[in-house]
């Protein structure tokens, strides 16, 4: 029986309509509306794509946002001066600055110069140090929690399920991993250098696919009924776009299982939303 199809789309959708109402609220007590600071660094295409739907998404919802374009030659100390000028505005609960980065700017230095009280992409060693610590923090980065909430709003069971985690980034991989593992899952984390890659899929309830390599995910990967998760986006020679999972040959054998696009990536755009919301009403003094 081919997989039922998790529709991200309209489950970031009911998310979204969800916050105008908080944003409300937010206004009412500091005056203003909830904030967020989006730097843009480079001329990566994809990049101003990604942050153009950002800002979309957030003048829906009401939230304000502040764009900061810089040019792919800039120095440190320009972005850092800009880091520093989002972290003092006080109408901006959020940054976001999109990766990847100039080789000549360190992402590592750049996430620990953001507020932690502003970290909506939970990048910051402090929100990752919590995650690892308690397996929640103030901010979750947007991918995983969107993962997360995929499965809770599908049903699916985590608690003693076992879990794999195709692929081992700290935006996907490592985070979604400490996140399932958090709600009890049995923990599989494998990468390109795992050895017998399907088998250690196959061994899956639910398998969540980030690394990057556009069909990499075959049906004799997956067990029968496993919910399949696919973060990957990936853009093929001729133009489209797809995912990490071949869709058409995993739907035959999985019991549910995600799009590319239209699963996880409008997930990513409501949770940030969501990040930047809940930090201003912390700091409204609402949560
Ligand atoms: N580049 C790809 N995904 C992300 C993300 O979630 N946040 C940021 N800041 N950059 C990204």
Redesign the pocket.
Known sequence: MPAEIIDGKAIAQEIRESLPARVAKVEEKLGFPPGLGVMLVGDDPA?AT?VGMKEKACAKAGIHSRQVTLGAQVTPEEVFGHIDDLNNDERIHGI?????LPPQIDTEAVCAATSPEKDV?G?HPHNLGELLRAGTAPFI???PRGVIELLERTDTPIKGAKAVVLGRSN?VGKPAALLLLARHATLTICHSRTEDLPAVCREADILVAAVGRPKMVKGDWVKPGATVIDVGTNRLDDGTLCGDVDFDDVAEVAGKLTPSPGGVGPM?IAM?LVNTVESAERRAGLA
């Not at 976001?96 to 990847?100: A, E, G, R, S």
């Open positions: 990049s990604y976001l600055i999109q990766q990847p992409d990048f980065a947007c991918t935006i990513t940030l």
